[in-house]
């Protein structure tokens, strides 16, 4: 099984920006699907950015959820076998710990933003926004 590992969590302040990375251990392009999801103490895990891998190296497709979009951004980085969130204007409602995910099938029915049926996850970095 691949291996999903984060990086780049930590403290800020509100306001402040972070840039999580995800490093697989093989190429990005053997999944359909990769995301980010957070979860916050006593809450269920959720997913705050994910992307579409389209086949023959033609690019991906992003997919948020309304709370996030224009704050989160995800960016698939080849040549490093990573999965970037640059998240900016943190709140503390962003505190949480933050997971890695990917699935290798490319179905059609398949919500990207939902955590059940990712194979991969990582074990996560944890990320704590103050006011």
């Known amino acids: 099984q691949a291996h999903l590992a984060e990086s780049g969590g930590g403290s800020v302040q509100a306001g402040g920006s972070l840039r999580l990375s995800c490093r697989a251990s093989?190429?990005?392009?053997?999944?359909?699907?990769m995301g980010w999801f957070r979860q916050a103490p006593g809450k269920q895990r959720e997913g705050v950015a994910a992307?579409?891998?389209?086949?023959?190296?033609?690019?991906?497709?992003?997919y948020y959820p309304n709370a996030v979009k224009g704050r989160f951004t995800i960016a698939l980085d080849n040549a490093k076998n990573a999965l970037d969130l640059q998240i900016d204007n943190l709140s503390p409602e962003d505190t949480g710990m933050y997971f890695c995910?990917?699935?290798?099938?490319?179905?059609?029915?398949?919500?990207?933003?939902?955590?059940?049926?990712?194979?991969?996850w990582g074990q996560g970095t944890q990320v704590t926004v103050s006011s």
């Open positions: 995910a990917a699935r290798i099938s490319r179905s059609d029915f398949f919500l990207p933003l939902r955590p059940q049926g990712y194979d991969s």
């Open positions: 093989i190429p990005p392009s053997n999944y359909g699907y």
């Open positions: 992307i579409y891998i389209r086949e023959s190296a033609a690019g991906y497709d992003e």
